[in-house]
């Protein structure tokens, strides 16, 4: 009890799994061992407990992980632990989380990102095999960054990377994940599409041949785009852009951007499609033209 | 009184002996056997005490015990290194004055200890369960040198009749050539695994904690880095070698099964648990198997966790069983030590620095963080 007291008191202003709320025992254990919790209780819990006083019943494991990568990122993130953001579908903590959430932990999925990858493979629209987990995106000891994802998740270190930059009106702090991981709490700034084109790097190929839809683009003033609609959407429903210039939406530096029709983890529509009246794609699309 | 413990006081400088107590001319029979658990008067004559005086001139109050015991084993040492003012306190709050930086060994517990000293800060006298990564023969020795069953007893870790150039009497003689060896002076011995750097000819059974913190205190205290293969583990220190003839899965280095699968999953990444031995902290690669760890984020803390190194710089550092835990225990959960690099005092928990939210999982990165800069 007493810890599930300061747990939240030691949070750093941003994100999670950075600085104090960077717990070594979340993730490690040192002998692979764990006689008794850090009470004296006995046994200690085999399923993820804040703070780290936990164990699971497999390994010992390479890095001194608790379990294997992906499987220990779900241990929390799995809709078990209400302190931590669900990320696997179906989600309930809230009805429709920003980032979106994986279909499967283990098999491939047509409706967005897949977990569980053990060799590197080419992604839609892509130039090089990239080997995907959630540590391809998100640093597990964290950045800094925006839910600390790493500037350059396909690990080509090529370039300098982008940084996603987003302001959030409430931070996470260890028991709020309702209120942190909602599109509601987010304005997105600038790098979005270039961190995500990491990854997708032809995509900016296919924009330039014509076959595929432009991102950072402006709405207003776009010649198949009307700000008008734009403006008038219903905002309970209205999909996200990239606002540059300042936070308010909608204003004038509105950009369409790959959020705009994706969930980042994935979404019940393929290719992790956005549906804005969660029917129909068209919807999304209706909002700017 | 006053005569008699005078007297007793010019006798025992008389029969110190350099170096630890409990061996050679300062082990003494008296003190802890009774060969017929029965004495009508001292050995000057008159009354003969139930407490401890000095060269066994009393008696236990119960008994007759095994092995012509004054009291049962952990009774017996108690008696001395329990709540007196004239031999080192070694379980739960210290009864004397504390060195600087406390007990180098820290504090004991009982089943029945209260907060802070519960039985799961540290090691338990009496304590029947199996050691975790219980595996003797990983050090050579017998599956069955210790029995569970019996209980924890002091000496299951120091030979009650000394062992000489042992460090604290720390056996079990099985282990041999490899028990952890000590030096006492102002100039360290790199070939023996611990130095206690107070000026030499220190007389062990001086009487009072003025004289015997610096001995025992954890600032006077480092460990050296000797490399060897006992049994089939790796290990840098001989007091590790000691932890492992109960402890014997969770050490050893990058060529030790039950810690690395550094042959299969491609070195750096291949430990499964911490390694205690053959590493270097902050060195890549085969040369030391440190790429995870960070000598200059070691070097620059203010305040440090012990490591075994010789070397000027620390560059031969590699972790040990009590850079993290204290041998006995402490008031931190298994005895850790969490000890932040810029602790603002340094005690037997550790120390948190300045401003830091005092809790577990700060002790945790605290402990972590001296080697490691991952998220700092």
Sequence with gaps: MTMAILLPMCGEAGNWHRGESLVCSDCHTMHGSQSHAWSGASPVSVTPVPGGDWLTATGPGSKLLKAAPDQ???????????????????????????????ESTSAPSALGHDLGGTSPVVPPLGKAAVLLTCRSCHDPHGNGNFRNLRPNPSGSQLGAGATVVVDEAVVANGSNPAQVYVASNLAYRSGTSAWCMDCHDAYPDAVAAGTKHPTDRRIEGAAQASWAVWAAVDPTVRVRVESPADPQVPSADDQVFCLSCHKAHGSPNADALIYADRVTMDSTCAQCH | ?????????????????????????????????????????????????????????????????????????????????????????????????????????????????????????????????????????????????????????????????????????????????????????????????????????????????????????????????????VGTTTTS????????????????????????????????????????SGITI???????????????????????????????????????????????????????????????????????????????????????????????
């Design chain 1, 72 to 102: 220990l990122c779900i241990a929390c993130h799995d809709g078990s632990t209400s302190t931590a953001p669900d990320v696997v579908a179906p989600v309930g903590y809230v009805a429709d989380p920003a980032g979106g959430a994986f």
């Design chain 2, 237 to 276: 220190n001989g007091l590790d070698a000691m932890c492992a003839t109960c402890h014997g899965n969770f050490h050893g280095g990058p060529t030790d099964t039950e810690i690395s699968n550094a042959q299969t999953l491609g070195g750096l990444d291949g430990f499964i648990r911490h390694p205690t």
């Design chain 2, 1 to 229: 009184m006053k005569k008699l413990m005078l007297a007793a006081a010019v006798t025992f400088a008389a029969s110190a002996y350099a170096g630890e107590w409990h061996t050679g001319t300062t082990n003494l029979c008296t003190d802890c056997h009774t060969m017929h658990f029965s004495m009508q008067h001292g050995f000057a004559g008159g009354a003969v005490g139930t407490t401890p005086a000095p060269n066994g001139d009393w008696m236990g109050a119960t008994g007759p015990n095994n092995f012509l015991l004054k009291l049962p084993a952990n009774e017996l040492c108690k008696t001395c290194h329990d709540g007196q003012t004239f031999a080192p306190d070694v379980v739960t709050a210290n009864f004397n004055a504390t060195p600087t930086q406390g007990r180098s060994a820290g504090a004991l517990n009982e089943a029945a200890s209260a907060t802070p000293y519960e039985s799961w800060k540290g090691h338990t006298l009496g304590s029947t369960t199996v050691p975790p990564g219980f595996a003797p023969a990983r050090v050579g020795l017998s599956t069955t040198w210790y029995d569970p069953a019996g209980g924890l007893e002091c000496i299951n870790c120091h030979t009650q009749h000394g062992m000489a150039g042992a460090y604290r009497n720390l056996g079990p003689r099985s282990l041999g050539a490899n028990v952890p060896t000590y030096v006492i002076s102002p100039t360290n011995d790199a070939t023996r695994d611990v130095w206690i750097n107070i000026p030499a000819g220190y007389l062990a059974n001086s009487g009072s904690a003025a004289t015997f913190n610096p001995y025992y205190d954890s600032a006077s205290v480092s460990y050296n880095r000797n490399d060897r293969t």
């Design chain 2, 282 to 376: 902050g060195a890549s690669g085969a040369a030391g198997y440190g790429g995870h760890s960070s000598l200059s984020r070691y070097t620059g803390a203010v305040t440090k966790v012990k490591v075994y190194s010789d070397a000027a710089g620390y560059t031969d550092a590699s972790p040990g069983c009590v850079s993290c835990h204290k041998a006995h225990g402490n008031q931190n959960p298994f005895g850790l030590v969490f000890l932040s690099r810029n602790a603002t005092s340094v005690g037997e928990e550790g120390g948190y620095a300045s401003g830091q939210t005092q809790n577990l999982m700060q002790g945790y990165r605290n402990l972590c963080g001296q080697c490691h800069s991952q998220g700092n």
